[in-house]
């Protein structure tokens, strides 16, 4: 999550002064489609942290 706000902080919102919050909304909406849109981007962002996603196991 915090790399994900810092890209977002340095791109979107980087010197942002919008009148109203809808202007910050709507920033970071595009800011999290930019990042959903490239595939890669929230995998480097776990692999990053160190932490890995497993398949759950099957239940019994």
Avoid: Y
Avoid at 11 to 19: F, H, I, M, S, T
Avoid at 20 to 43: C, F, M, S, Y
């Amino acid at each position: 999550m915090e790399l994900l706000w810092s890209s977002l902080k340095k791109r979107e919102l980087a010197n942002l002064a919008g009148d109203h919050l809808a202007d910050v909304a709507d920033a970071t909406e595009q800011g999290i489609r930019r990042i959903k849109d490239n595939p890669r981007l929230p995998w480097s962002f776990l692999a990053h942290t160190g932490l890995t996603i497993h398949p759950p196991h099957p239940q019994n």
